[in-house]
């Protein structure tokens, strides 16, 4: 063998060596200063209250302070272009939730961001579902029998949102898709006041946040009748699921952190793993089961990204199906 190739031999071996640990390098320097977690929503929402269960835990993982700062505005897209506009490093990360990524494409005109081009998944932050509860006078007890009340009453029955968009409101157009009737939308600018009318007798019923319910459902002023997601509620055993009356019929509450693409992957990774440690805590799991949040759940970032298309796809067909538009 030459000198030369020697040589070749020499210095391809030693890029190879190299390689992890430049990546390695990138992965121990990350985070180099104090982070933000943009909630885009105003303070005292769920959102808002998961974000300060996880960041503490996660700045003791990470070595570095979490700061949570609300943005609110806008359907949430204010908070979310912000992190779109930050620096591509990692120090800036998005609390979203279904809005953002998933329905406000849709649902909105002149984006200031592109959700699937200027975001990169990072991790489940939790995926939970809706309960579906009227109130305490409407004559039913079942699915099938509100459905059946709503066929004989066209459009007289009412369901409650958080606002044009929401959640809660697909939720509902979806429930009316699917089995044929209708009934009036009645949009709020919350959950609380959507879910206080329909306690108060003002509104038939709503598909809302359970957490948000639970003092209704309690006082006797709800009565909830099925879930959204999957399987039962532990919380709520004897309350069956919209889909065991409907197959097929499922409402995931998604939230997740995102952090700019262009993002380095051993930043990505990093966040990644910490997050997965913090969610798996115990009592981590405690604290937001007794505040009526929905439990943590990980994800790898390709298992988020999965999750994040297949919504789109879901919600894109319903809005535009329904024609809804934000104002």
């Given amino acids: 063998m030459s000198a030369t190739a020697t040589m070749s031999r020499r210095v391809a071996l030693g890029a190879a060596l190299a390689m992890p640990l430049v990546g390695t390098g990138h992965a121990q320097s990350f985070p180099s200063r104090p982070l933000r977690l943009i909630v885009p929503f105003v303070p005292g929402g769920g ?3 998961t974000a300060r269960f996880v960041a503490e835990p996660l700045a003791a993982e990470l070595g570095q302070s979490v700061i949570v700062e609300n943005r609110g505005g806008a359907g949430g897209t204010i908070g979310t272009a912000a992190v779109a506009q930050a620096p ?4 800036t990360l998005l609390y979203g939730t279904p809005g953002p ?7 909105m005109q002149n984006m200031p961001y592109d959700a699937e081009r200027d975001f990169a ?8 579902a809706y309960l579906l509860a009227v109130h305490r006078d ?6 099938r029998e509100l459905v059946d009340l709503a066929r004989r009453q066209p459009g007289e029955l009412s369901y409650a949102s958080a606002g044009v968009g929401a959640g809660s409101h697909l939720a509902g157009e979806l429930l009316c898709m699917e089995t ?12 609380a006041q959507a879910v206080q009318d329909v306690a108060a007798g003002r509104v038939t019923m709503s598909i809302d946040t359970y957490g948000v319910m639970i003092p209704m459902i309690q006082a006797g002023n709800l009565r909830p009748i099925a879930v959204t997601s999957r399987e039962r509620y532990p919380e709520l055993p004897d309350v069956p699921t919209i889909g065991e009356t409907l197959p097929g019929f499922e409402v995931g509450v998604v939230n ?26 115990p009592g981590l799991h405690a604290r937001m089961r007794e505040a009526g949040s929905s439990p943590p759940m990980s994800s790898t970032p390709e298992e988020l990204g999965d999750i994040l298309r297949s919504e789109r796809e879901k919600w894109g067909a319903v809005i535009r199906r329904a024609n809804i538009r934000a104002g």
Avoid: W
Wanted: glycine letters at 8%; a positive charge.
């Fill in 138 to 143: 409407v004559p039913v007890r079942t699915v």
């Fill in 88 to 91: 591509a490093d990692g120090h």
């Fill in 121 to 128: 998944p990072v991790s489940l932050l939790t995926r939970g």
């Fill in 101 to 107: 990524l998933i329905t406000n494409p849709f649902l």
């Fill in 256 to 281: 997740y952190v995102c952090v700019r693409s262009g993002t380095p992957r051993p930043a990505i990774e990093r966040l990644n793993q910490a997050l997965v440690k913090v969610l798996a805590d």
């Fill in 47 to 49: 959102a808002d209250t």
């Fill in 180 to 191: 044929g009737v209708r009934m009036s939308h009645v949009p709020y600018r919350g959950t």
